[in-house]
Nanobody, 125 residues
Framework: QVHLVESGGGSVQAGGSLRLSCAASGNILSANCMGWFRQAPGKQREGVAA????????YYGDSGKGRFLITQDRPKNTVYVQIHSLKPEDTAMYYC??????????????????WGTGTQVTVSS
């Protein structure tokens, strides 16, 4: 079992930036990739970005291209996503996920087994 804890969310004004963190613990060897997702009220969960643990070539979903940057601190077992130029439409619960990825990185929620409980991001105009 991999335990994931997100942090860093909050209320910000449009145009600002945030860095969200996801700390992994437990049986980390059960996962080799981590991803960030978000879900706004009444909408489906969408993938933002994914990265292989210890890897250097992240993959961005359509919602994550341009203003999102996924990075990691391997010794801390932590993955980050930095969001620039925040917009009100970025308001959502942001989740991180982990799993054993085979082949290409994915930003499909159904491809991930382990999930955190999320951190809320609210952007005001």
């Amino acid at each position: 079992q991999v335990h994931l804890v997100e942090s860093g969310g909050g209320s910000v004004q449009a145009g600002g930036s945030l860095r969200l963190s996801c700390a992994a613990s437990g049986n980390i060897l059960s996962a080799n990739c981590m991803g960030w997702f978000r879900q706004a009220p009444g909408k489906q969960r969408e993938g933002v970005a994914a990265i292989y643990i210890g890897g250097s070539n992240p993959y961005y979903g359509d919602s994550g291209k341009g203003r999102f940057l996924i990075t990691q601190d391997r010794p801390k077992n932590t993955v980050y996503v930095q969001i620039h130029s925040l917009k009100p439409e970025d308001t959502a619960m942001y989740y991180c996920a982990a799993d054993l990825c085979l082949g290409r990185l994915s930003t499909l929620a159904s491809d991930y087994k382990y999930w955190g409980t999320g951190t809320q991001v609210t952007v005001s105009s």
